[in-house]
């Protein structure tokens, strides 16, 4: 009980930060997923291609290579460049939270693009037919006709996908993070004999993070199936 | 009016540069290939010494997902039938599992099963190796039995990966077993089958047709979320080799970043033809019926 008191303080300091890098990193996926589906729906190869390879590269690797690959692979070759270029001194942003904010927004930014990207095809086809029949541009058509209809539909794939984040935020600690994960690694090897009780405080700081936005989403679906 | 037919004279001719892009894509692929395979060739002498040891490691990723996966079926069946009991103490128990497994993350799960819960049982005397050991001792091949580090790691490793998956699978074949119609289970009973016939013989042969996608699905995740095993120590596989192949190359940058962007490439060569296969299942499933 001691020791919960103790670890107490940091583990909340490692809530806060966990928080922000899901947010902020959610954020970015989102706007980067929204480009990847535009791009991925286009007529034109050049566009869809590059889209395509991307999402099955990103969702066919593990996030934790993808971690150690920006953190140490990419940190090493920005230190590489700053030995010749020492003007740019790139390799200083190369620390924990761009590492991990980066691999986070990579990772999902390929993930929810298929959530947008299933948002639009649900959408049925009529709606931009009678859109564009109706003399509206095709920027028109999706921005006031298809995105309102689809965005109801998106929320619970993409709440469901935050607890995802939530969770793989954790995978941050492998490369020194500072966010609940590795202030449990941290308190962990400082108390060798008797770990038991800080695993219990981070796994319930992380249900009281989790479970509420999985029944928020439950709550939201069921509202969303009856109003349908 | 003026501006919609504007708009449709100027079309084409956009449309025209568009298409011509294609072509600039195509040959900037095929630049982006031929160097992508120069950098490979250019690495070649990393390759030799590294590919034999990734590979071995990729061997070692697959076994410990079939593995994993076999046991996350276990978990999961049980956990399906607990959700699905007659008995309020089983439903709540199963409930809870797996809000609780599905509500915290992989790593810190795996963290408890490498560091806590291990150290717990061996406090109360509780040796995996050793009950292998002995074990293996018995028909004569215990040499085949690798080290207590090793062997430990793993076993609590698999055990972690397929106790969190096994949270994934209840609800997969849950969703699966209440996807049958109820007028099945009371057709059968009705016809004179008990109700473990009833299940085995008429509800659970259509519901596995459901689960096989997401089924499918989850375990190209596992295959990816072995990767970190790497982190308890001691599991040798895919992802802790790479780590272990490029961290001494740190003075070297550009070989360090090889050998991981090598390891991904082998992660993507295991993972990516699963996926194809997940769609192609779903595809054929979806037609069934």
Same mark, same amino acid.
């Given at each position: ?228 | ?46 390759? #030799?010494?590294?590919? $034999? =040891? &990734?590979? /071995? ?6 076994? !410990? %997902?079939? @593995? ?32 609780? #497994?599905?509500?915290? $993350? =992989? &790593?810190? /799960? ?6 806590? !819960? %291990?150290? @717990? ?169």
């Amino acid at each position: 009980m001691a020791l919960i008191q103790q670890a107490l303080p940091d583990f909340l300091d490692g809530t806060r930060n966990t928080i922000i890098y899901c947010v902020s990193s959610f954020s970015l996926a989102l706007l980067f997923g929204l480009i990847l589906a535009l791009m991925d729906s286009s007529r034109f190869v050049w566009l869809k291609a590059p889209a395509r390879i991307y999402i099955e590269v990103i969702r066919s690797t593990p996030m934790i290579a993808q971690i150690f690959l920006i953190y140490y692979g990419l940190s090493a070759l920005l230190f590489d460049l700053d030995v010749n270029f020492p003007v740019l001194n790139l390799a200083q942003y190369d620390n924990a939270w761009v590492a991990g904010i980066a691999a986070l927004t990579i990772n999902y930014a390929a993930y929810e693009a298929e959530v947008f990207r299933a948002g639009f095809l649900s959408v049925e086809r009529g709606q931009t037919e009678a859109a564009l029949s109706l003399g509206l541009s095709s920027g028109q058509n999706f921005f006031r006709i298809v995105l309102p209809q689809a965005i109801p539909l998106m929320i619970p794939p993409f709440v469901n996908d935050l607890i995802y984040m939530l969770k793989d935020s954790a995978v941050v600690s492998v490369i020194a993070g500072t966010e609940l994960t590795s202030k449990l690694d941290f308190w962990r090897v400082h108390n060798g004999s008797n770990p038991i009780p800080l695993f219990i405080l981070a796994m319930a700081l992380y249900l009281a993070l989790s479970l509420p936005t999985s029944y928020l989403a439950r709550w939201y679906e069921q509202k969303l199936r009856a109003a349908l | 009016m003026q501006q919609t037919l504007n708009r449709a004279e100027s079309k084409p001719k956009a449309q025209i540069w568009f298409v011509l892009l294609d072509f600039v894509f195509y040959l900037l692929l095929v630049a982006f290939l031929a160097g992508f395979a120069l950098y490979i060739y250019s690495n070649r002498d990393l390759i #030799i010494i590294d590919f $034999p =040891i &990734l590979l /071995q490691g990729a061997g070692a990723t697959i076994v !410990i %997902s079939l @593995l994993s996966m076999v046991l996350a079926t276990i978990f999961g069946f049980i956990g399906a039938m607990g959700r699905l009991s007659r008995f309020t103490v089983f439903r709540l128990i199963a409930a809870v599992y797996v809000e609780v #497994i599905r509500g915290t $993350p =992989i &790593l810190v /799960q795996l963290f408890l099963w490498g560091f806590g !819960i %291990s150290a @717990l049982l061996a406090q109360a005397g509780f040796n995996p190796h050793d009950i292998a050991f002995q074990m293996m001792t018995v028909v004569q091949s215990n040499s085949l039995v690798p080290s207590e580090f090793i062997f430990n790691a793993a076993f609590y490793g698999i055990l972690g990966l397929s106790f969190n998956y096994g949270a994934y699978m209840t609800e997969v074949f849950r969703a699966g077993i209440e996807s049958v119609p109820r007028g099945q289970t009371e057709a059968a009973l009705s016809l004179g089958l008990d109700s473990a016939q009833g299940l085995r013989r008429i509800v659970l042969p259509q519901a596995i047709r459901i689960t096989i996608p997401p089924f499918t699905n989850y375990f190209i995740t596992l295959v990816q979320d072995s990767a970190l095993l790497s982190t308890i120590g001691g599991v040798i596989e895919l992802q802790q080799l790479t780590t272990a192949l490029a961290s001494p190359l740190s003075s070297e940058p550009n070989k360090q970043l090889f050998v991981y962007i090598f390891g991904a490439l082998i992660f993507l060569a295991i993972c990516y033809p699963l996926a194809l296969l997940a769609r192609y299942l779903e595809a054929r499933m979806a037609l069934a019926y």
